[in-house]
């Protein structure tokens, strides 16, 4: 560093991604979202949070253990950085369900959508709900009293439990005192009560509120002192030793099957649940305290996005939004006529304000046409019903040669990766799974076509997964294109997958664990050194997370040669912007709305030329160090505009979803006297119909 600045020069990863979901659930306060969308911005904080504690505070505890009195780069030692984390949480999911209960939930009675609880059922309600519970619930509840011959049974990750406390004697003479009640996994979260009962439009009852009202008939004979929901939320990383295992899939299989039952890390209870009963369920997980968060409301927030997508009420939701194909895929074209579109110039997408259509038909075409040799593909998330994969087994069943890369080790889809490894094997593809240590995160798809005598290349690059679905919600650049340099390296890095063999240099990509992180600091520096010279210079930057410190302390010095920096960071951010002597020339904001920003995007002023670059991969380390990603250039200067356009100039002017980060960590609102500008509104009108 050329000054000397306040330390610590890094933010706390895990307080900067609780800081991500208060602006998510900022969205949830603000009066001008739609209301079920309000409802929608609630469960995803909750979903948010169950993988924050299965993975980032999973994380935290064991670092508690291992290496209790190391300082990290944010100045805090494991359990410094613990309690800190553990207070953010609970005062964000106190602030959830304070807006759920208080504002969300009245707003959608009145709107004709109503959760009915027991203590307000009428007598032909209850007679309902009793006989519901009697013919659907009851028949699959197994009560389990707690005794030397039933002990505590084996809970599974994030299920909904009930604890109750029971006083009496059984009919075998054996007194009461606790039973644990678990709800199968088959049973619905929320039973839809008839309208004519309800006199509302849309009228649900929970589960939980079943089982409160009836669970004593599971206890015949016995004194019933309550019913408590409760759920544990469990380590869920899974580790295999891949130098170790001599077939990688067979050994995910056997780790998966105890993903569920993993160390815990939460204890989410009632918030009448007795203190006798909370310090029993907290001896039996070994947890505190801290680790338990008492609620008021359901113990799984997310089980309640089924509200927001069975209620008919458009009124109630965001616009429907029917992403448009653009030309020239906005027609039915011959699979001869879709390699020729390509072959005649590039062709940027972005989604998910233009259609995820066109790289189907592309890969459709090159199943269909006879003259395509061979299709390769990665695969990283694609869902269980995937048209794409379904089209790879389509065209390996029709002889050509397919070879997908599937990464198994995929977070929380390696169950349904595997599945399709086993479809695609069966159909004759050639399946891999990457490299021994290193996901494979890099979005791409490789067709060879016979043209004329010789082999021409054809592709699919992009910033986000196979996965139509999410193409629908998550902001992602594609690029198709018939480059050669760029293809020629696309078949390099799918050698370097499937085959053995030394590292092959490349021409026009970037590629991790190899050159990407060497070369982004390099086009960082060339943008200082010209700043120092006197000389223009600017870094734009987009993406999901900022955290190597590498990447980080040259931008830091790239700050204080006088280059202006930009940097749009969705999620986790561990630089510090705007600190005297260290960043002052460096801005970081969030965008937080509609869609999820998902697309990652690096601009450098390069002397005029303004080099480029779309990736699959963050400013991470593991990003940089342990996966094989890849960045690739936009060549062509109207598609190199609309990006710079479409992923900052019109970003930078958002006065409605941005936040702005403040020197100390902290984000607040960007708010202007002028216009009011959306970016996600503003690109649905121009790239819509």
């Not at 993406?543 to 202006?564: R, T």
């Not at 801005?587 to 995007?601: C, D, N, P």
């Not at 900052?648 to 609102?669: C, E, H, I, M, V």
Request: charged fraction near 25%.
């Amino acid at each position: 560093m050329t000054q000397k600045a306040v330390e610590p020069w890094f933010l706390n990863r895990e307080l900067s991604l609780l800081k991500f979901n208060e602006r998510v659930l900022a969205m949830a306060e603000n009066p001008a979202t739609p209301l079920l969308e309000r409802l929608r911005y609630v469960c995803i904080v909750s979903s948010n949070l169950d993988e924050f504690f299965e993975i980032r505070i999973s994380s935290l505890k064991a670092q508690q253990l291992q290496t209790p009195n190391l300082v990290g780069s944010d100045g805090l030692t494991p359990g410094e950085a613990y309690a800190q984390v553990q207070e953010a949480t609970h005062a964000l999911v106190a602030r959830q369900y304070d807006l759920l209960n208080d504002e969300i939930l009245p707003r959608m009675e009145r709107e004709g959508i109503t959760l009915h609880h027991a203590s307000e059922w009428n007598e032909a309600q209850l007679q309902w709900a009793h006989a519901t519970f009697t013919r659907d619930v009851m028949p699959l509840l197994t009560p389990i009293g707690l005794d030397p011959a039933h002990p505590f049974p084996r809970v599974y990750n994030k299920s909904l439990n009930f604890i109750v406390p029971l006083s009496g004697t059984d009919a075998f003479g054996r007194k009461a005192s606790i039973a644990i009640v678990q709800a199968p996994r088959a049973l619905p979260r929320l039973i839809r009560m008839p309208s004519e009962l309800s006199g509302h439009e849309d009228s649900y009852v929970l589960l939980t509120s079943l089982m409160r009202a009836f669970v004593g008939e599971l206890f015949p004979g016995m004194t019933m002192a309550g019913c408590y929901q409760w759920r544990v939320t469990r380590n869920s990383d899974l580790y295999v030793d891949e130098e170790e295992v001599t077939n990688l899939r067979l050994a995910l299989q056997g780790e998966l099957s105890q993903r569920n039952f993993g160390l815990a890390v939460r204890l989410e209870i009632d918030k009448l649940t007795p203190p006798d009963l909370e310090a029993f369920l907290q001896r039996e997980f070994s947890l505190g305290p801290s680790d338990t968060y008492r609620v008021n409301g359901p113990v799984n927030l997310s089980r309640l996005m089924q509200l927001c997508n069975v209620a008919d009420r458009p009124s109630l939701l965001f616009p429907t939004y029917r992403a448009p194909v653009p030309a020239p895929f906005d027609r039915t074209l011959d699979p001869g006529e879709m390699f020729d579109a390509i072959a005649a110039g590039d062709h940027l997408l972005h989604h998910p304000y233009q259609s995820f259509q066109p790289v189907i038909d592309f890969l459709t075409a090159a199943a269909l046409d006879p003259e395509v040799m061979a299709i390769k593909q990665t695969i990283y998330r694609t869902g269980e019903d995937s048209e794409l994969m379904q089209i790879l087994l389509a065209a390996a069943r029709a002889g050509k040669e397919v070879t997908v890369v599937v990464e198994l080790m995929a977070r929380f889809d390696e169950q349904t990766n595997i599945n399709w490894a086993a479809k695609l094997e069966e159909v004759g593809a050639h399946v891999v799974y990457g490299v021994v240590g290193h996901k494979t995160h890099a979005k791409m798809a490789l067709v060879l076509r016979r043209e004329k005598g010789r082999l021409r290349r054809y592709a699919h690059l992009g910033t986000g997964n196979y996965h139509p679905r999410t193409a629908r919600l998550y902001t992602d650049f594609g690029l198709l294109t018939a480059d050669p340099a760029i293809c020629e390296d696309m078949d390099k890095v799918f050698s370097q997958l499937t085959g053995l063999g030394a590292r092959r240099s490349l021409k026009a990509l970037l590629q991790s664990p190899f050159s990407m992180h060497d070369g982004m600091v390099a086009l960082i520096r060339a943008e200082a050194r010209a700043a120092r010279e006197g000389k223009k210079s600017r870094i734009m930057a987009k993406m999901n997370s900022l955290l190597e410190a590498g990447v980080i302390q040259e931008l830091y010095e790239a700050s204080q040669a006088g280059v202006k920096i930009d940097l749009i960071v969705r999620g986790v951010c561990a630089l510090r912007a705007g600190v005297p002597g260290l960043s002052e020339n460096i801005r970081v904001r969030s965008i937080v709305g509609r869609f999820l920003e998902h697309s990652r995007v690096f601009y450098f002023y390069a002397q005029g030329k303004e080099t480029v670059y779309l990736s699959s991969a963050d400013w991470m380390d593991r990003n940089f160090f342990r996966r094989v990603e890849i960045a690739f250039p936009i060549n062509d200067k109207a598609l190199k505009k609309r990006v710079i356009d479409e992923a900052f100039t019109y970003a930078l002017r958002d006065n409605q979803l941005s936040w702005q980060q403040q020197p100390d960590g902290n984000f607040t609102r960007v708010r202007s006297r002028g216009t009011p500008f959306s970016l996600h509104e503003y690109l649905i009108e121009r790239l819509g119909v």
